[in-house]
């Protein structure tokens, strides 16, 4: 970078009220890399005639081979605008599904973003989550339509056609804007009604409202998108033009007397111009008037590609001369028509005026966040702001200040982290020499050559070649040819460093407020860092100097080592950063893993966590091809989570390392970097490890040839329960409806447990709720421990009520009664989509109230044996039986809890003996036991107060030879789960993506192909109005998806290429213990039947991937086997 303008880059970043923070956002291959070309160019980074085929901001080689962007980068820009210059930080994000997450981390650091919509494809899947996105995050957006020239070249539309095209884009992107806004206004709506309820004095007047009223009475029109208000612009960016309709309304209002306020509404919208009175009219369709849109704008550039495109040089030397531009001699030679039109056009509407005019006039400057905004930003789940400290509650006030004074608290907040290698760093490159210099170092070179040309001439000169040869050869050659080669070679050659081939890690970050300078001393605080717990811990609150604090959690003090200017492929060293830019920052890599929050002041609270739409669902175990490496792979693989904001690193039990991934793109890039970067060894991967659930159903009405199970197959029926019960082992009860009772192995306590299939819908709004079922137990927990609850906010605690609501509309009829008041918990990991009821009748707890147990003094000790059932349910509900993967949709209710033997033990001493010694009998004089019954006499003789003894429980009274009681219990209610499980119909669940895939009708037979080869299910097929274009929707099953986009792409030629995104989980329907029993079924599938069954071979492959045993015969006709050689 040239340091004038780095000079004037700093320069501008002081001007907060000139910053503009955006970041460009889309469906993938919608264009934004193109864009961001264009408006790189215009800064001169880029030539302008590279704009478009360089894209600049995809840095990586994998990104530029595949023709997508993986990571989010930035990049700032200088834009002068009417005696006004702008500082642009913009940020180009991907659109592939599966770095959305990229997305995140962008948008965060934004206040404003470009929406950019292919206008051939119109809104698609991701533009609808990027929108979204951009509304959870508060931040402005503004639209561009791009691709303009393929509704000319490719669609071939009049103008007229195109015009009612993109009046059909806005209008479908202002009904996703529509509904987002409305959700939000009636949300705002609901907020100060509750508000004016408490507080029913603050806002006279404005206390009764009706919903629709509320709506009515907004103004919304600025959130919308429309040409006449100035937030969009339709673009080519390929070829380097774009417009909005101001551009046109000033040279209309000269061309034909028209004022600019009158042509500004009336250029977009079905206006007409009657040119004799010089008047606008509304169109009447039945005259055949042409809207202004289409007889002023696109006419004139249809026609310009037309002739461009017909090579009517006559008609564009017209064109150009009429427009006043000058074409270069090489572009109007140049036999490719976008040569010519990208000549012609990038300077009658250049794209980046177009596009940086309405960022500079219709996006917010950091001065302008909201209110709203920093509260969101300060507020971490369930909290309210006002139940943030005070000291945490004034800091609002610097967020909206931006300020820059030496007073201002400094908040920075990182949302990634991102690796570059050491030696692009500007401290390890040699600084560039500035022009003065390289004239100095010229000047003196060529004195000195003089001086030597003067001082040769009294000798014998050398033959010129020699000459040249002389000096290159000699390694001694104390002078080389002169300083510039000196110089050369300086610039060429990177300073040697320690840290060399390395890779660095560099924060992605913003200024919220103060200047952030080189070398400061801050805190970061982690994700979980609560200023709260921090004054409780501190005795001096936040006024205790910083180096003298006791360890907190989750916070750090550390120093900013290098401040970065971010310039996309290119990083410059600053001294210091003024608020509301975007930053770079070095040396925070041992203090922030992935994002956190800078502050000078310790009652900053974390900035709420980003909002990641992508679920990682591909895991993959890695290994080292040479196991030596481990420790290499280890370190890279902790360096790739540092460095992607998505992936997740897991170590699992069995010591293999996995890694979980968004999607096949994302698993591929992360393999790619951990080879070549941050491990640098050769690698094993894994086949793609697929998540399974586990579940049951209700027993099925047909069987596998669709007939009803009638009486005559009952017998057959019978057979396969018995079957079942044979899995389960003596001494376990089994009733006919699959109550299981069981008794602990010391026999004090007996369970009673059935597993019952949940609704559908219940386990989605499980699912769907997960965050809030841990508040409810956050909540109980604190209630059980007595601790203040009244940090729960209201509106959680509405929330829950508003859940537990729901659930009971689902849970009707005489099986479910009062069920939901009986949960108990839920589970796995306490949020998972499984319940435990508790239908005993001597002990009641519930997820919603807590214990109420017998007596209070019982209480506790009841509450210590009922976590154990708990726990017991949380082990079962994380791996079930089938192999070993999560639960899903199941319930458990514990029917009966017996602890009447375990109360007498703990009763009276004699009888506390006494028992120990019938379990001794019991285990037929087991000499283990002998211990035991050592251990459970310590109290004999001893006159404590019972509850006191009860109270010491486990170590002594409790135990056995079984070991803890608690214990047992655990390890009994699992195997009770487990065993309810089995006596009823198991299923598997497959995990399900979405994909939606456009097809132009001659590929769609083939998509179809593959979808159906791939077990997909086709759920919607539309055509696209205006093209041949088909939208399908589709599911399938994430176990089948792998190479399935490479697949449909090869299949239909590039023509269609499918987004997956991961959508839910379904139940496979076939049994996979099931085999023939009824004659037809025999008939149908034969013996062995095993090759229909999808859901046993899933259930094997995992079974075989853990190591677990599987029933497989694998010599089936030991007789006719035979050599596979021919001769024989
Ligand atoms: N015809 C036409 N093609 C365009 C235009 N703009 C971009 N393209 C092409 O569209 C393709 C995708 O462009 P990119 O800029 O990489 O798209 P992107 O939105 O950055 O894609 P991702 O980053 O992968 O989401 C490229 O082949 C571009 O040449 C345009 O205005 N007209
Ligand atoms: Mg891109």
Not at 609 to 632: C, D, G, W, Y
Not at 894 to 904: A, G, R, V
């Amino acid at each position: 970078m040239v340091l004038n303008s780095l000079d004037k880059m700093i320069q501008l970043q002081k001007n907060t009220a000139n910053i503009r923070n955006i970041c460009v956002l889309a469906h993938v291959d919608h264009g934004k890399t193109t864009l961001a070309d264009c408006l790189i160019s215009s800064n001169g980074i880029i030539s302008s005639r590279l704009a478009g085929k360089l894209r600049y901001m995809d840095s990586r080689e994998d990104e530029q081979i595949r023709g997508i962007t993986m990571k989010s980068s930035a990049i700032s820009l200088h834009y002068p605008k009417d005696n006004e210059e702008y500082l642009i930080n913009l940020i180009d994000s991907p659109g592939h599904v599966d770095f959305s997450s990229e997305v995140s981390t962008a948008v965060r650091i934004c206040d404003g973003c470009i929406i950019v919509v292919d206008a051939v494809e119109g809104v698609c899947p991701q533009t609808q989550a990027v929108l979204r996105q951009a509304w959870l995050e508060n931040i402005r957006p503004v639209l561009v339509i791009n691709k303009i020239d393929r509704l000319i070249v490719e669609l071939k539309f009049t103008p007229q056609e195109a015009y009612s095209h993109l009046k059909n884009i806005l209008e479908q992107i202002n009904a996703l804007t529509g509904t987002l806004f409305t959700s939000k206004v009636l949300e705002e709506r609901a907020e100060r009604e509750v508000e004016s309820q408490v507080n029913p004095n603050s806002e006279q007047g404005e206390q009764v409202y009706d919903w629709s009223t509320g709506l009515e009475d907004t103004d919304d029109s600025h959130l919308y998108f429309s040409p006449d208000q100035g937030n969009v612009v339709f673009t080519s960016a390929i070829d380097g033009w774009g417009f909005g309709i101001e551009h046109f309304a000033k040279i209309y209002s000269k061309k034909i007397g028209i004022k600019k306020e009158v042509l500004l509404k009336t250029l977009w919208g079905d206006y007409y111009i009657n040119m004799k009175a010089k008047k606008i009219m509304k169109v009447d369709q039945a005259k055949g008037k042409k809207p202004l849109f289409v007889q002023l704008i696109l006419e004139n550039i249809w026609s310009l590609y037309d002739a461009v495109l017909k090579k009517d040089k006559e008609k564009i030397d017209k064109i150009v001369s009429s427009l006043g531009l000058k074409i270069g001699a090489r572009e109007a030679r140049h036999l490719d028509p976008k040569v010519q039109i990208n000549a012609i056009c990038s300077q009658w509407l250049p794209i980046s005026h177009a596009v940086l005019d309405m960022v500079c006039q219709k996006l917010p400057s950091p001065l302008d966040i909201t209110a709203e905004r920093v509260e969101k930003l300060m507020c971490t789940g369930s909290q309210t702001f006002d139940s943030l400290p005070l000291e945490t509650q004034a800091l609002k006030a610097a967020f909206m200040k931006c300020g820059s004074e030496d007073t201002a608290p400094v908040i920075i907040f990182v949302s990634k982290m991102f690796a570059v290698d050491a030696k692009a760093l500007p401290q390890n490159k040699p600084r560039p020499l500035t022009q003065d210099e390289i004239a100095q170092r010229r000047e003196r070179a060529r004195q000195r050559h003089a001086e030597k040309l003067a001082a040769a001439r009294g000798q014998t000169p050398l033959e010129p070649d020699q000459d040249g040869s002389a000096f290159e050869t000699n390694p001694k050659g104390e002078e080389p040819r002169g300083d510039e080669q000196q110089v050369e070679s300086m610039t060429l050659k990177p300073v040697p460093q320690e840290g060399d081939n390395q890779e660095s890690f560099i924060a992605f970050a913003r200024v919220f407020s103060g200047v952030a300078r080189r070398g400061k001393k801050i805190f970061v605080l982690g994700p979980k860092y609560s200023p709260l717990e921090f004054l409780q811990r501190v005795p001096l609150g936040f006024s205790t100097p910083p180096d003298d604090l006791p360890p907190v959690p989750h916070m750090a003090y550390c120093t900013l080592e290098n401040l970065y200017l971010l310039m996309g492929r290119e990083l410059e060293d600053l001294e210091e950063v003024p608020p509301g830019n975007v930053l770079g920052i070095g040396g925070l890599q041992d203090f922030v893993l992935k994002s956190a929050t800078l502050c000078s002041l310790p009652s900053c609270p974390p900035f709420i966590p980003l909002n990641f739409e992508a679920t990682p669902i591909v895991r993959v175990a890695v290994e080292p091809k040479h196991p030596s490496e481990m420790p290499q792979l280890v370190k890279g693989m902790k360096l790739l989570n540092q460095a992607d904001p998505c992936v997740q690193i897991l170590i699992q039990e069995t010591g293999e390392h996995v890694l979980v991934t968004a999607g096949e793109v994302h698993l591929q890039r992360c393999l790619d970097d951990l080879k070549e970067r941050f491990a640098k060894i050769q690698i094993s991967v894994s086949e793609p490890i697929i998540p399974f659930r586990e579940t049951i159903t209700k027993p099925p009405k047909v069987d596998m040839v669709n007939e009803e199970i009638g009486k005559q197959q009952k017998v057959a029926v019978i057979h396969q329960t018995k079957e079942d019960q044979s899995k389960i082992p003596e001494g376990i009860q089994v009733d006919s409806d699959g109550l299981i009772t069981i008794t602990t192995p010391n026999k004090l306590a007996t369970l009673s447990v059935r597993a019952m299939p949940l609704p559908e819908e219940v386990t989605q709004i499980l699912e769907e709720n997960s965050d809030l079922i841990r508040s409810v137990e956050q909540l109980t927990t604190s209630l059980n421990e007595g601790r203040n609850t009244q940090m729960i906010h209201q509106k959680t605690q509405e929330r829950i009520c508003e859940f537990k609501g729901k659930l009971e509309q689902h849970l009707t009829g005489r099986k479910w009664r009062n069920t939901v008041d009986q949960i108990w918990s839920f589970g796995p990991r306490k949020c998972g989509p499984n319940i435990l009821i508790n239908k005993s009748e001597d002990f009641q707890s519930s997820v919603w109230s807590g214990p109420a147990g017998k007596g209070s003094k019982e209480a506790g000790k009841y509450r210590d044996l009922g976590n154990s059932i708990v726990s017991g349910f949380q082990l079962a509900t994380l791996s079930g039986p089938m192999c070993e993967e999560p639960l899903m949709g199941v319930c458990f209710a514990l029917e009966k809890w017996d602890l009447s033997k375990f109360e007498e033990q703990g009763g009276s001493d004699k009888q506390n003996k006494e028992q120990s010694d019938l379990v001794k009998e019991g285990q037929g004089g087991d000499e283990t036991c002998s211990d035991g019954d050592e251990n459970q006499e310590p109290h004999h003789g001893c006159s404590e107060p019972l509850e006191k003894r009860t109270a010491q429980k486990g170590e002594a009274t409790l135990s056995d030879c079984y070991g803890p009681f608690s214990g047992q219990l655990i390890a009994t209610m699992k195997e009770a789960c487990r065993y309810a499980l089995q006596v009823k119909p198991q299923r598997l669940m497959a995990a399900m993506y979405t994909c939606d895939i456009m097809a132009t009708g001659d590929v769609l037979g083939r998509v179809y192909a593959v979808l159906a080869k791939r077990e997909g299910r086709v759920l919607q097929e539309e055509m696209k109005e205006g093209t041949d274009m088909f939208i399908i929707k589709a599911v399938l099953p994430v176990a089948e998806s792998f190479g399935f986009a490479d697949e449909i792409r090869k299949r239909t030629s590039g023509l269609a290429s499918p987004q997956l995104v991961f959508s839910h989980w379904e139940i496979i329907p076939s049994d996979p213990f099931w085999v023939p029993t009824t004659e037809e079924e025999y008939l149908h599938f034969g013996e062995k039947a095993d090759s229909e069954n999808q859901a046993r071979k899933y259930m094997n492959a995992v079974r075989k991937r853990k190591g677990l045993y599987v029933e497989e015969k694998i010599v089936e006709h030991a007789e006719k086997q035979r050599t596979l050689s021919k001769n024989k």
